[in-house]
């Protein structure tokens, strides 16, 4: 008598997505452009050093000079994984943050988040929260089945922030890489296609001028918008 096998579903119609072609991203508060050393590099070594502890988890950086920065960002878009992004606040008129697709897989249909630098200045804006949501819209608008955070386990702040944006946490991996000299266990978070829909819903009503009083209050925090989209998808029939 044969075993019988369990296999997980087919997928109707699946197709490959492109990989990162989008050399700008924009909403209403923030831009995103194609990182570029001649365009963005001196900005955003300006702004990245008001903080030295924003390399702490970095596989990269400190830099210690505009022209160290400038030769980082000379060799991260040699090539296309990662796909790196300056981030241009709106609001400001000021590059003030990077971000970038990689492990970019569009056979499996995946791709990662990652690199993120967010300078103090954009830091708790609407623009920083907003450069997230066009990330994931595109990824997700062009095929994605699944889109990443990753970050050490040991970074809280990232950790928070991947919650609030509506990843699921989904474990840590142990002594998954060595960073800078040190050991790093990671922890691993998801958004899947289902769940975007009712994501993107809750990213467009927190970034509706409606959900902010005249002083730039929240009247709605996104972690109450997208925990109820994880509660929504683990609640039982």
């Not at 400190?62 to 878009?77: I, R």
Request: net charge neutral; proline share 6%.
């Amino acid at each position: 008598m044969g075993k019988d096998t369990i296999l997980g579903p087919k997928l109707k119609n699946w197709m490959p997505p492109p990989c990162p072609t989008a050399p700008v991203l924009e909403g209403r508060y923030a831009r995103l452009e194609r990182l570029d050393a001649d365009r963005h590099a001196d900005e955003l070594h300006r702004a990245n050093a008001a903080d030295d502890t924003l390399w702490d988890y970095m596989a990269h950086g400190p830099f210690l000079s505009a022209l160290a920065y400038s030769n980082w960002v000379h060799t991260a878009v040699a090539v296309n994984d990662p796909y790196y992004y300056a981030i241009k606040n709106l609001e400001t008129g000021q590059y003030e943050g990077v971000a970038s697709y990689l492990r970019i897989r569009p056979e499996m249909g995946d791709i990662e988040v990652g690199s993120i630098v967010f300078t103090p200045p954009l830091q708790r804006t609407r623009a920083a929260t907003e450069a997230m949501f066009l990330m994931m819209q595109w990824a997700f608008e062009v095929g994605y089945r699944r889109y990443e955070w990753k970050c050490d386990a040991l970074n809280q702040p990232s950790r928070r922030a991947a919650l609030r944006l509506g990843f699921t946490f989904e474990g840590i991996f142990r002594q998954h890489m060595v960073i800078k000299g040190r050991n790093r266990d990671t922890a691993w978070f998801s958004v899947i296609d289902s769940e975007w829909p009712a994501l993107k819903t809750a990213f467009e009503t927190w970034l509706s001028s409606e959900n902010f009083s005249t002083n730039g209050q929240q009247r709605q925090s996104l972690s109450d918008l997208t925990r109820r989209v994880r509660e929504a998808d683990t609640a039982c029939p």
